[in-house]
C-alpha cells in the first residue's frame, strides 16, 4: 500500500508566522542600526573632544591664548552639546527598541507554538501510520499462514485421491476406445474392414 507524505493543514500558517518574526527581526534591526549609528557619532564625538584637550596645554603657551581660549571653549561647548543631543537620542529611541525586542520574543513565540502543533500532528500521523503497516503486515501474515494450510490441505487431497493415469495412458485408451467403437459400428451396419 502506498502511503501519502504527511503534510499539516498548519503548514501555511506556519510560513505567515515566520514572515512575520523575520519582519519583525528586521525592524529590530533597522532600530539597532539607527542605535549604533547614534553610538559611532558619539564616540567619533569623544575621540574629538579628548583629542582637542590634548591640544589645549600647547596652544595655552601661545601669546594669542586668550582668543583661542574662547574659540575653543566655544568649540568643547558645541561638541558637549552634539553629545548630549545624540546620548539624549540613544535614550529615545530605547524604548523602541525594548518593543521591537518584544514583539520578536512574541513573534518567535508563536512560530515555536505553531512548529510545535505541527510536530505533536506529525508524530499522531506516523502513530497511525505505524499501526496502519502493522495492520497490513498481520494480515498478510493471516493470508500466508491461510495459503500455507490450503497448501497442505490440497496435498493431504492429493493423497487420499487415487492416482490420475498417466496422460500417454489415457490418450492411448481413448484412441483404442474410439477404434472398439468405430469397429462395432461398422459391424453393426454389416461393413468389413
Same mark, same amino acid.
Given at each position: 500500500? !502506498?502511503?501519502?507524505?504527511?503534510?499539516?493543514? =498548519?503548514?501555511?500558517?506556519?510560513? #505567515?508566522?515566520?514572515?512575520?518574526?523575520? #519582519?519583525?527581526?528586521? +525592524? =529590530?534591526?533597522?532600530?539597532?542600526?539607527?542605535?549604533?549609528?547614534?553610538?559611532?557619532?558619539?564616540?567619533?564625538?569623544?575621540?574629538?573632544?579628548?583629542?582637542?584637550?590634548?591640544?589645549?596645554?600647547?596652544?595655552?603657551?601661545?601669546?594669542?591664548?586668550?582668543?583661542?581660549?574662547?574659540?575653543?571653549?566655544?568649540? =568643547?561647548?558645541?561638541? +558637549?552639546?552634539?553629545?548630549?543631543?545624540?546620548?539624549? #537620542?540613544?535614550?529615545? =529611541?530605547?524604548?523602541?527598541? +525594548?518593543?521591537?525586542? !518584544? !514583539?520578536? /520574543?512574541?513573534?518567535?513565540?508563536?512560530?515555536?507554538? /505553531?512548529?510545535t502543533l505541527i510536530q505533536n500532528q506529525k508524530n499522531e500521523?506516523?502513530?497511525?501510520?505505524?499501526?496502519?503497516?502493522?495492520?497490513? #503486515?498481520?494480515?498478510?501474515?493471516?493470508n500466508n499462514i491461510y495459503s500455507m494450510k490450503q497448501k497442505?490441505?490440497?496435498?493431504?487431497?492429493?493423497?487420499?485421491?487415487?492416482?490420475?493415469?498417466?496422460?500417454? +495412458?489415457?490418450?492411448?485408451?481413448?484412441?483404442?476406445?474410439?477404434?472398439?467403437?468405430?469397429?462395432?459400428?461398422?459391424?453393426?451396419?454389416?461393413?468389413?474392414?
Open positions: 500500500m !502506498k502511503y501519502k507524505r504527511f503534510q499539516s493543514s =498548519l503548514e501555511p500558517l506556519l510560513r #505567515l508566522r515566520t514572515i512575520e518574526e523575520e #519582519l519583525a527581526m528586521q +525592524e =529590530l534591526g533597522e532600530v539597532l542600526s539607527k542605535i549604533n549609528a547614534e553610538k559611532e557619532k558619539l564616540r567619533i564625538l569623544e575621540e574629538q573632544y579628548q583629542q582637542e584637550l590634548e591640544k589645549l596645554p600647547k596652544m595655552i603657551k601661545m601669546p594669542e591664548a586668550i582668543q583661542f581660549y574662547r574659540t575653543f571653549e566655544a568649540f =568643547l561647548n558645541r561638541i +558637549e552639546n552634539q553629545k548630549k543631543s545624540v546620548e539624549k #537620542l540613544i535614550a529615545e =529611541l530605547q524604548p523602541e527598541l +525594548e518593543e521591537k525586542r !518584544k !514583539k520578536l /520574543v512574541e513573534k518567535t513565540k508563536n512560530r515555536k507554538i /505553531v512548529e500521523y506516523e502513530k497511525q501510520l505505524k499501526k496502519s503497516e502493522q495492520k497490513e #503486515l498481520f494480515e498478510l501474515n493471516q497442505e490441505d490440497d496435498k493431504d487431497i492429493k493423497k487420499t485421491l487415487p492416482k490420475r493415469p498417466d496422460k500417454k +495412458e489415457t490418450t492411448r485408451d481413448l484412441q483404442t476406445r474410439r477404434r472398439e467403437a468405430l469397429q462395432k459400428f461398422y459391424q453393426q451396419r454389416g461393413i468389413s474392414l
